[in-house]
Nanobody, 119 residues
């Protein structure tokens, strides 16, 4: 199956920026979709952004105008550029990858990377 690894989280002051990375890997894996979700303590997991194999992107309401998702298709890597961070953005950010592994569909969640925004 496919594996994903997130990186780039950390502590940042409100108004600052972070760039998250998600790398998908696996034998014969072909990426169709990658999404970023986040989950704060006591809250539901929230979709932040996704990008499709065709390059279509979409954003959750809280991310619009501040976050940008992009994809390195050849390396199965997706980035989430987060600007103008707010304390409300504090959460564990998870990468979800979906595609095909050989002739079968495959998908997985990463283990998450912590983003903490201080006032």
């Amino acid at each position: 199956q496919v594996r994903v690894a997130e990186s780039g989280g950390g502590l940042v002051q409100a108004g600052g920026s972070l760039r998250l990375s998600c790398v998908a890997s696996g034998s014969s894996f072909r990426l169709n979709l990658m999404e970023w979700y986040r989950q704060a303590p006591g809250k539901e997991r929230e979709m932040v952004a996704f990008i499709t194999a065709g390059g279509r992107t979409n954003y959750g309401d809280s991310a619009k105008g501040r976050f940008t998702i992009s994809r390195d298709k050849d390396q199965n890597t997706v980035y989430l550029q987060m600007n103008s961070l707010k304390t409300e953005d504090t959460a564990v950010y998870y990468c979800y990858a979906e595609g095909t592994c050989s002739h079968f569909g495959c998908s997985t969640w990463g283990q998450g990377t912590q983003v903490s925004v201080s006032s």
